[in-house]
């Protein structure tokens, strides 16, 4: 599986922001997805979770209410939008992906063996 992540940048405070992460290499349908990030000297943190059935499965405390996550399987992507950005948000997001057949999730990260290679999120205050 290959999965590149797009959509980073450098935004100000309360400013939104929508990530992508193309999938390739698998059945996309089936997959279970997540965003996570890591700030600088932080280790990776979950974020938000998604099952190949498109069902919002959970989401961080620190972002809920803010970052919604969705899928387009039509278009093997895996998106997220990031409203309301704090300057805590700052890091690189990253979208993971595990095969699925019984159309759960997971948030922790041990859990996911395919990875995107990072899209840098940086917010100014």
């Known amino acids: 599986v290959q999965l590149q992540a797009s959509g980073g940048g450098l935004v100000q405070a309360g400013d939104s922001l929508t990530l992508s992460c193309v999938a390739s290499?698998?059945?996309?349908?089936?997959?279970?997805l997540a965003w996570f990030r890591q700030a600088p000297g932080k280790e990776r943190e979950f974020v938000s979770a998604?099952?190949?059935?498109?069902?919002?499965?959970a989401t961080a405390a620190s972002v809920k209410g803010r970052f919604t996550i969705s899928r387009d399987n039509a278009k093997n992507t895996l998106y997220l939008q990031m409203i309301s950005l704090k300057p805590e948000d700052t890091a690189v997001y990253y979208c993971?992906?595990?095969?699925?057949?019984?159309?759960?999730?997971?948030?922790?990260?041990?859990?996911?063996?395919?990875w995107g290679q990072g899209t840098l999120v940086t917010v100014s205050s």
């Open positions: 993971a992906a595990r095969w699925d057949v019984s159309g759960g999730y997971s948030d922790s990260k041990h859990d996911f063996p395919y």
């Open positions: 290499g698998l059945t996309f349908s089936r997959l279970s």
């Open positions: 998604i099952t190949w059935g498109g069902k919002n499965a």
